[in-house]
């Protein structure tokens, strides 16, 4: 089984500063890794993936995460973020073998941008 | 538009009415799950499908119950609900090879006094 921790619940930041969320991860087998997004009162997005290949990967609105097998790590970053950055962020991970899966999340880290 | 749609978006009942929350999305998805939301929780899972006429239980089944008759609906049903159950829901689909890429519906927020 896998379990998803996300060490931060609550991320207060100012507008145009760096921001992290971290993200670790346990699993005996290989894992599909996963940030997801979540604006006010809306359901959640896929916010980026990793499947295979570079370890680092970015999605289209300058978040990027990089995968660290040895740290067992997910960590999200923005070198600067916005008013619209504000929203609830959850890590994910599924195993690669399970097709028939299941995606484990975690608790969620709150992220509030401010003036 | 691709989308995962759920009825309704509130709901307030009492203990022991029974309920139904909806959910259809239009993307021909395999893969359908529900969740529920709770502060400091995360997502846990409910229930989840496969496909037609095949579903399994997830972290947190009891109290509730599905069906999956036809593709493109999954239905939530809580036969006694409990104020325990008082969370908010979400529906989620995906193709049955790409379950970590999940859509997500917008949300029922239920709560049973």
């Known amino acids: 089984a896998q379990s998803v921790t996300q060490l931060d619940s609550q991320v207060p930041v100012f507008e145009e500063a760096p921001v992290e969320l971290r993200c670790n991860y346990s699993?005996?087998?290989?894992?599909?890794l996963f940030w997801y997004v979540q604006y006010p009162n809306q359901g959640l997005q896929l916010l980026l993936k990793y499947l295979s290949g570079s370890t680092l990967v970015e999605s289209i609105n300058g978040f990027e995460a990089e995968f660290n097998k040895s740290q067992t790590s997910f960590h999200l970053r923005k070198p600067s973020v916005h008013i619209s950055d504000t929203a609830e962020y959850f890590c994910a991970v599924s195993m690669t073998t399970d097709s028939w899966g299941k995606l484990q999340f975690g608790a969620g880290t709150q992220v509030v941008v401010t003036p | 538009e691709a989308q995962v749609t759920q009825n309704p978006r509130y709901l307030i009942t009492v203990t022991g009415k029974k309920l139904t929350v909806t959910c259809s999305q239009n993307?021909?998805?395999?893969?359908m799950s529900w969740y529920r939301q709770d502060p400091g929780l995360g997502l846990r899972q409910i229930y989840y499908s496969m496909n037609v006429e095949v579903t399994d239980k997830g972290d947190v089944p009891e109290g509730y119950k599905v069906s999956r008759k036809e593709k493109r609906n999954f239905p939530l049903i809580l036969e006694s609900p409990s104020p325990n159950q008082t969370s908010l829901y979400f529906c989620a689909s995906s193709l049955r090879l790409k379950v970590g890429e999940q859509y997500f519906g917008p949300g029922t927020r239920l709560t049973v006094t």
């Open positions: 699993s005996s087998v290989s894992v599909y």
């Open positions: 993307m021909n998805h395999e893969y």
